[in-house]
C-alpha cells in the first residue's frame, strides 16, 4: 500500500532559522515523491520532485530510501515560506504540516 | 505547466440534490485527478480521469456517488450526487505531466445545507 506520512501538523520558527518539515513514506515499488506548497489564498503548486534533485526558493529535499524519507530543508527560514506544505507519493497526499516562519 | 479553471468556484446546495464541477486545461493532458479537501483536512483522491478509460475510484469513493466524465484531452466533470452536508468540502482537480508532477485547479468549494 502506498502511504505519506508527515508527523508534523504544526511547526513553528523563528526567521533565520533553519527548517525541516518531515516526510516518511511507505511503497514497495520505485517511489515518486514531491513536495507541494499552499500559500495563503492560493491555489496548490508544485515545489520539488526528487528525481530533479534541485533547489526551489532556497528548499531541497533528499529522497533517503534506507529511511523511506523525503524530507524538505531550508537553512535560513524567511517569513514567506509560512504556508502549508504537503509531500505527496505519486497521487497520494500526507497530512501536511503548517510553517510559521516568526520575525 | 498547465493552466487549469474550475466551475463553479463555489455553491451552496440542498441536501439531496446534485451538482456537477467541470475542470478545463489549457492544453492537452492525459492524467487528470479529482480530489476532495475537507475543512482543516489533506486532500484525498477521489479518482483518477485518464481520457479514453473508465475512471479509477479510490477506496470508499464510487461511481455512483461521484460519477466522472472525460470526454476529451482538455475537460473534465465530476457530478456529487444525492449530496448531504458531508459532501461539504473543497474539491479540487489537477491534471499530471509523464513524470508525475500535478498542476491544480482553484478548486470549488461546495456547501451542503
Known amino acids: 500500500a502506498q502511504r505519506v506520512t508527515q508527523p508534523e501538523k504544526l511547526l513553528s520558527v523563528f526567521k533565520g532559522a533553519p527548517v525541516e518539515l518531515k516526510c516518511n513514506y511507505s511503497?514497495?515499488?520505485?517511489?515518486?515523491l514531491f513536495w507541494y506548497v499552499q500559500y495563503s489564498r492560493q491555489r496548490l503548486q508544485l515545489l520539488l520532485r526528487h528525481i530533479s534533485r534541485e533547489s526551489i526558493k532556497g528548499f531541497t529535499a533528499d529522497l533517503n530510501k534506507g529511511e523511506t524519507s523525503f524530507h524538505l530543508k531550508k537553512p535560513f527560514a524567511q517569513e514567506e515560506d509560512s504556508a502549508m506544505y504537503y509531500c505527496a507519493l505519486r497521487a497520494r497526499f500526507g497530512a501536511g504540516t503548517r510553517l510559521t516562519v516568526k520575525p | 505547466s498547465a493552466v487549469i479553471s474550475q466551475k463553479p468556484s463555489r455553491d451552496i446546495c440542498q441536501r439531496g440534490t446534485s451538482l456537477t464541477i467541470q475542470c478545463q486545461v489549457d492544453s492537452q493532458v492525459t492524467m487528470m485527478f479529482w480530489y476532495r479537501q475537507q475543512p482543516g483536512q489533506s486532500l484525498t483522491l477521489i479518482a483518477t480521469?485518464?481520457?479514453?478509460?473508465?475512471?479509477?475510484?479510490e477506496s470508499g469513493f464510487v461511481i455512483d456517488k461521484f460519477p466522472i466524465s472525460r470526454p476529451n484531452l482538455t475537460f473534465s466533470t465530476l457530478t456529487v450526487s444525492n449530496m448531504s452536508p458531508e459532501d461539504s468540502s473543497i474539491y479540487l482537480c489537477?491534471?499530471?505531466?509523464?513524470?508525475?508532477?500535478?498542476?491544480f485547479g482553484p478548486g470549488t468549494r461546495l456547501t451542503v445545507t
Open positions: 480521469a485518464n481520457q479514453g478509460s473508465e475512471a479509477t475510484y
Open positions: 511503497y514497495s515499488g520505485s517511489p515518486e
Open positions: 489537477s491534471v499530471a505531466t509523464g513524470n508525475l508532477e500535478q498542476y
